[in-house]
């Protein structure tokens, strides 16, 4: 027996689901719209099969509320570089070398996404991609060659049990949207509220890839997983409704830079000046979530409909809390510039040098 066929029930047992992989590393036709039973299928077809990948994104096998792997996949032999990677993303569950000497970081799935190059676009930088929804990666103890996909730490129990850690540094446009809930549709749902759910996924979905055909396949995968789907007919209304609305600029969610995390959004309210910080803090958000480093002036008074001195008060505060991070004091020709906790210092620094030799 191979190493697939023997594997395979332990990965089906904690809810993930597994798929037979050739020598490169290609999955077979339609794995993205793979459920469990068609996976033991595959190992029972693949018995002699040495190498296998799992599914990347939410945990899939119902009532089990496993929250699914997203990997770091780094594509390099550096140990200096994986220690950088370390520091920008924290301490993997579970560290795997791979068959070929190189490296994937597990952490628990949170939202993420599948994205090609998420680190480094110069000549020698490291390839680093993002595996979470939509994606795959071939899992330990696959074998390869002469090589093999082996822990260097962890273990196969954290990954079954969904013991890893939440992945930290990343863009809000790494995520399939910051208010998607992976666990939401673990339950078994209503089923008079099966067109609702998939045409709410369908607009989280397209508010951070505005893609019909990815939309379109994100939501036969969500249909699958319903103790009884959706018939083609009426899926093929509920994605044409959600295209429409996105295409005409109607999509409430669509509006990623906007999203606050618990505590920050906790710490704001708690403030004696809270719907007035809140208000500041959103235009922020608005106007540069998708920014390393911007600006914070007090002149920003005028938009939000209060004085400089609150600007001020609250940019001090958010500092306080670590929501945003003094990158460079004001100068006479522009404000102070500021960066997210999660944009590492010296990528804040290389951009504010671009800024100022643009200047």
């Known amino acids: 027996m191979g190493v697939f066929a023997e594997w395979q029930p332990a990965y089906a047992e904690a809810g993930l689901i597994t798929l037979p992989l050739d020598e490169k590393k290609k999955g077979p036709p339609g794995w993205n719209k793979m459920g469990l039973p068609r996976s033991a299928r595959l190992a029972a077809d693949n018995d002699r099969c040495d190498i296998f990948g799992v599914l990347t994104g939410r945990g899939r096998r119902k009532g089990v509320q496993h929250p699914g792997v997203t990997v770091i996949d780094y594509d390099g032999t550096c140990e200096k570089s994986l220690a950088d990677l370390i520091g920008i993303h924290g301490r993997p569950g579970a560290l795997i070398r791979t068959a070929s000497g190189k490296w994937h970081l597990y952490y628990r799935n949170s939202g993420e996404r599948r994205k090609i190059r998420i680190h480094g ?100 995968i969500l249909n699958n997983d319903f103790p009884k789907s959706l018939p083609v007919s009426e899926l093929d209304v509920v994605k044409a409704n959600a295209w429409k609305k996105q295409v005409e600029n109607r999509n409430g969610y ?49 938009a939000i409909g209060c004085k400089d001195e609150v600007v001020s008060a609250a940019r001090k505060f958010f500092e306080d809390i670590g929501a945003i991070v003094l990158v460079a004091e004001h100068t006479n020709t522009r404000p102070a510039v500021y960066r997210w906790s999660w944009v590492p210092e010296q990528t804040a620094l290389e951009e504010l040098l671009e800024l100022d030799l643009s200047a």
């Open 121 to 220: 676009r110069g000549k020698g930088d490291p390839l680093v991609d993002l595996c979470g929804f939509g994606g795959y990666v071939a899992a330990p103890p696959s074998r390869l060659g002469a090589g093999s996909y082996d822990f260097v730490e962890g273990c196969f129990d954290d990954i079954a049990h969904g013991n890893l850690p939440k992945l930290v540094g990343l863009r809000s446009d790494h995520y399939v949207n910051s208010v998607f809930n992976p666990l939401a549709l673990q339950a078994e749902p209503d089923l008079s509220a099966r067109n609702k759910t998939l045409f709410e996924s369908a607009l989280q979905f397209l508010a951070a890839t505005p893609d019909l055909q990815a939309m379109s396949i994100h939501l036969d």
């Open 254 to 302: 669509a509006a990623p830079y906007t999203q606050l995390d618990n505590r920050t959004l906790d710490a704001i309210t708690a403030h004696r000046n809270a719907k007035v910080f809140l208000s500041i803090f959103m235009h922020i958000k608005r106007h540069c979530g998708g920014r390393r480093i911007f600006f914070v002036a007090n002149k920003m008074s005028r």
